[in-house]
């Protein structure tokens, strides 16, 4: 139960209301110089992969990148370890983002790794998969 002094029903204030602008409704394009990577676990109980997908789908580019593990949680990035109890062996997501990053201009939407058999959806095969 809510004290007095937070309960929302008695909070004597307009609510935030945004006007909508020339992008509202817009997707996200993202500039032919740069790159997205983002991450995603089937297991996350936070952060819902098809949220991940929906993005994906939203974002304007061709440097677009969606890993997908299938056995990680929330942060599979950094925080899923890939050996029990000993951060120094790595986490998941470590290699691939870096990887990512050092391949500058030269990323091209590969990349392959055995860590865990992620899933991936880049944003060539993404197109492939609209026509």
């Known amino acids: 139960m809510l ?26 394009r993202i500039p032919s110089q740069a790159s997205a990577l983002h991450f995603s676990s ?18 304007d580019g ?22 029990n109890g000993d951060l120094s062996k790595g986490t998941c997501g470590v290699d691939p983002f870096a990887f990512f990053m ?8 590969v990349y392959d790794t055995n860590l865990v058999s992620p899933q991936r959806q880049t944003s060539r095969m993404r197109q492939e998969a609209e026509q």
């Open 102 to 109: 050092g391949a500058g201009d030269a990323y091209n939407g």
């Open 3 to 28: 004290s007095n002094e937070l309960d929302p029903r008695k909070h004597n204030a307009n609510g935030i209301i945004y006007e909508r602008d020339e992008y509202w409704k817009r997707s996200a």
């Open 42 to 59: 089937h297991l996350d109980p936070q952060t819902r992969n098809k949220h991940a997908e929906h993005l994906l789908k939203a974002l």
């Open 62 to 83: 061709d440097s677009i990148e969606l890993i997908v593990f299938d056995y990680t949680t929330h942060s599979a990035d950094l925080l899923t370890q890939l050996a």
